[in-house]
């Protein structure tokens, strides 16, 4: 099964700060990597797919970057809106598997 | 629009078996996996498995199988997570969620499983 390293597993930032989190996965996922969203009693939400592609309708401070083993997840500025919990997810190969998740909060 | 709308909540008694469904609405339904994907209270998420539609064909996370049954009827659109020889651990809320793209896209709104003699 393919690993996927999720870090930091918690932050806290302000409003307006930039806020990066980490994916890294144990072989090669060819940019099959999805981010999404998931706030308290919620699904999950699809933000980015394919590594670097913003879902339709998802706002524009978001994004992804990365490729191979080593992605990234960026909020440019953060709002209260997102305070939520972010999941990678590789679906390069079966069992589709998940990074740990990394909650993000207001200071 | 795309709509999976799930079963209510559960409670089972160890060693019993639970069956959760999935009502799709809003596309066509044999065109797409749905995929289960289900998280523990306050832990991250795990994906069980999926099922094609059209066939009927599935594949399971080595983890559940032999205990958990994918199936869907086509003519109401609705796919079907059973889950059996259920243990404490595997009380957690239970997501469908139809493919785009090889990857959960569209979810369901989740099922509480509760497990607890």
């Known amino acids: 099964d393919i690993q996927m390293t999720q870090s930091p597993s918690s932050l806290s930032a302000s409003v307006g700060d930039r806020v990066t989190i980490t994916c890294q996965a144990s072989?090669?996922?060819?940019?099959?990597l999805n981010w999404y969203q998931q706030k308290p009693g919620k699904a999950p939400k699809l933000l980015i797919y394919?590594?670097?592609n913003l879902e339709t309708g998802v706002p524009s401070r978001f994004s992804g970057s990365g490729s191979g083993t080593d992605f990234t997840f960026t909020i440019s500025s953060l709002q209260p809106e997102d305070i939520a919990t972010y999941y990678c997810q590789q679906y390069d190969n079966l069992p589709l598997t998940f990074g740990g998740g990394t909650k993000v909060e207001i200071k | 629009q795309v709509q999976l709308v799930q079963s209510g909540a559960e409670v089972k008694k160890p060693g019993a078996s639970v069956k959760v469904s999935c009502k799709a609405s809003g596309y066509t339904f044999t065109g797409y996996y749905i995929h289960w994907v289900r998280q523990a209270p306050g832990q991250g998420l795990e994906w069980m498995g999926r099922?094609?539609?059209?066939?009927?064909?599935?594949n399971y996370a080595q983890k559940f199988q032999g205990r958990v049954t994918m199936t869907r009827d086509t003519s109401i659109t609705t796919a079907y997570m059973e889950l059996g020889s259920l243990r404490s651990d595997d009380t957690a809320v239970y997501y469908c969620?139809?493919?785009?793209?090889?990857?959960?896209?569209?979810w369901g709104q989740g099922t509480l499983v509760t497990v607890s003699s």
């Open positions: 072989q090669d996922i060819n940019n099959y």
């Open positions: 969620a139809r493919d785009q793209g090889l990857a959960p896209h569209y």
């Open positions: 394919d590594a670097s």
């Open positions: 099922i094609i539609p059209n066939s009927g064909g599935t």
